[in-house]
């Protein structure tokens, strides 16, 4: 797949609200994840970590109120979308977020991803 292809298909996949599909078929097996410095999980790599960080976190929703997810913007080999979510998490209450979202693609497969938000 390109990049534009590989970017249509993650923001199609997570707007149906199946993150963990989207990792199963877009990520490589040697992937990296950035999370701001000072995140719980700054530093995540490799497929099944990824996915592992991605279900911890949708354990820890009690509910999501909203949920946006912007188009791609695609330059060679990578694209970066904007997420923006409304959720109330069992410990820590209700946070209105939003994050800027960047991912590099290889051989038709997301290889690293980082993402980018206030902490706090």
């Not at 390109?2 to 249509?8: H, M, N, Y």
């Not at 989207?22 to 995140?39: F, M, Q």
Request: aromatic share 8%; proline share 2%; with cysteine.
């Amino acid at each position: 797949m390109t990049t534009q292809e590989v970017a249509s298909k993650l923001v199609q996949l997570c707007r149906e609200g199946k993150n963990d599909q989207a990792i199963d078929e877009l990520y490589a097996e040697n992937v990296t994840s950035k999370e701001p410095k000072g995140a719980q999980m700054e530093l995540t790599e490799g497929k099944q970590a990824v996915k592992d960080k991605t279900l911890q976190w949708e354990k820890s929703i009690a509910e999501i109120h909203s949920s946006t997810i912007s188009d791609p913007i695609v330059a060679d080999h990578h694209f970066s979308i904007v997420m923006d979510f409304d959720a109330t998490y069992k410990e820590h209450g209700r946070i209105k977020m939003s994050e800027i979202c960047v991912y590099e693609v290889k051989d038709g497969k997301i290889v690293a991803d980082e993402f980018f938000y206030r902490m706090g």
